[in-house]
């Protein structure tokens, strides 16, 4: 079956670590994105990617960083420098054509640090 | 900037009682809207696309309405398994949008016995 994997499903971290969410594609989706979901808030776009070996920034971008090496893969490091790193994060992915298209999502991964 | 409000917040329905659900935006232009549904603590799942003004999309018990300045949800009969929250989003307007999206807050929908 196609679709996206996320993974952890649930991730626990100490303030001033590092850590990477996983995100992986089958749909053959050119396109990948990575959202910040905060509670009684819409999402948030963090990075996106059109194309392998190439990202832009979202609106939140500041202390994450990303990386498209390969087309099904685009892991998100959310970094120490990331001020309030407690969310959930969700991954897209869309082809790109025409005007605009839909993006479809993984399961998530909601990420504490304490 | 674009801007994306859903209206109510929340809503609570009984059963078979029907209502709408709203989706109001500002933007310089419109480019189409799309709908979303999302269950607690899963990712959002792709219900419809809107692509203009006077289109119309159904799906069971849902249709999607679109006009110049909003979009509707309209829940006929809804049952218990239809609460979730309902998110509803445009397209960027900048220069290559490259399918960039901007979400609205989303209404909770709960569907009582």
């Known amino acids: 079956d196609g679709g996206i994997t996320q993974s952890p499903k649930y991730l626990f971290r100490k303030e001033g670590q590092n850590v990477t969410l996983s995100c992986e594609q089958n749909l053959n989706h050119d396109a990948m994105y990575w959202y910040r979901q905060d509670p009684g808030q819409g999402l948030r776009l963090i990075y996106y990617s059109q194309i392998v070996n190439d990202f832009q920034k979202g609106d939140i971008a500041e202390g994450y960083s990303v990386s498209r090496e390969k087309k099904e893969s685009f892991p998100l490091t959310v970094t120490s420098a990331q001020k309030n790193p407690t969310a959930f994060y969700l991954c897209a992915s869309s082809i790109v054509a025409g005007p605009f298209y839909e993006q479809y999502f993984g399961p998530g991964t909601r990420l504490t640090v304490t | ?113």
């Open chain 2, 1 to 113: 900037e674009d801007q994306v409000t859903q209206s109510p917040e929340a809503l609570r329905l009984q059963e078979g009682e029907s209502s709408s659900l709203n989706c109001s935006y500002t933007v310089s232009g419109l480019r189409g809207l799309f709908w979303y549904r999302q269950d607690p603590g899963k990712g959002p799942e792709f219900l419809f696309t809107l692509y203009s003004a006077g289109e119309e999309k159904e799906k069971e018990r849902l249709k999607a309405t679109l006009t110049k300045k909003e979009s509707f949800l309209h829940i006929t009969a809804p049952k218990p398994e239809d609460s979730a929250t309902y998110l509803c989003a445009v397209p960027w307007a900048g220069g290559t949008s490259y399918g960039k999206l901007t979400f609205g807050q989303g209404t909770i929908l709960t569907v009582h016995p």
